[in-house]
């Protein structure tokens, strides 16, 4: 039996098919529309089959999809050719898909964050209105102080501080302040070995048992503020009580910058009342 190629003077069988190609041009409106022809049937195609007859240095001819089909026996290679070409298809598909929800996410992505940045600007000057004082000292902060450094770090992200690390920054700055006050207006108290009177009020207090009994490590303030440090068996007033007692003074040092007077064997004195 002839090939219908050959009786269509296409060629002389045995037929192979070689590769496929795309022909398409776009519109105007933005569509396409197939831009190459059967050489069997006339019929516009996109997708050109293209077949080799058996002479060698015949020119091939094209065909598309349903031809190619409907003559396929005698057509070495065809169904390779087709399964490799409807799997790139199907492949191309498959990117285009991907790539559209890649770009769908971005855009809503870039959406959500247009939106949060809006929230966030919205936030940021209520919060600052509202803590303006500590939005400013923030922003001015080049210290050292880690939990500092990371609010800072919080409020350029999220652009505000939550009610407990706005009330936190603002204690750290009160200690900060206290410190800084401390430092400039401490002095040493007398000369190492003299007996001084002072009246004190206590800071800190801390209490260490253990087997050759309890020491008491407190740090104070007399009424000049210069800060009076004492570790010993003697207890001189828990956290907030004002005594004046009388001590030696044991050395001088400094911690943190602020001047310290070490004391030693310090004894409470009873003041008479009237």
């Not at 006339?42 to 020119?59: D, L, N, P, V």
């Not at 009246?199 to 009424?223: K, N, P, W, Y």
Request: charged content about 25%; hydrophobic content about 35%.
């Amino acid at each position: 039996m002839t090939h219908p190629f050959q009786k269509a003077g296409l060629g002389t069988a045995p037929f192979s098919c070689t590769h496929v190609t795309e022909n398409v041009f776009a519109l105007p409106d933005g569509t396409s529309k197939a831009g190459g022809c059967c050489d069997y049937c006339g019929t516009g195609i996109r997708w050109e089959f293209w077949i080799r007859g058996s002479i060698a240095g015949a020119k091939q001819f094209r065909v598309g999809c349903d031809c190619v089909a409907k003559t396929g026996w005698g057509i070495e290679g065809f169904e390779k050719v087709r399964a490799d070409h409807t799997r790139a298809r199907r492949q191309e598909g498959a990117e285009k898909r991907a790539e559209k929800k890649r770009e769908a996410r971005k855009t809503w992505i870039d959406e959500q964050n247009a939106n949060r940045a809006i929230e966030r600007e919205a936030a940021t000057k209520v919060w600052c209105d509202a803590n303006s004082a500590l939005a400013a000292r923030l922003n001015a902060y080049k210290g050292t102080n880690d939990f500092l450094l990371s609010m800072i770090e919080r409020l350029d992200y999220w652009g505000t501080l939550s009610a407990k690390q706005t009330e936190a920054a603002e204690s750290c700055f009160a200690t900060i302040d206290r410190l800084d006050a401390a430092r400039a207006n401490s002095q040493h108290i007398g000369t190492v070995g003299d007996k001084i009177t002072l009246t004190i009020t206590v800071e800190r207090i801390i209490v260490l048992e253990s087997q050759f009994g309890t020491t008491f490590i407190t740090l104070a303030r007399d009424e000049q503020g210069n800060t009076i440090f004492y570790k010993g068996r003697t207890n001189i007033g828990s956290k907030g009580d004002t005594n004046t007692i009388k001590a030696a003074v044991k050395e001088h040092t400094e911690y943190s910058g602020v001047k310290q007077t070490v004391i030693q064997r310090p004894k409470l004195v009873e003041v008479a009342l009237g």
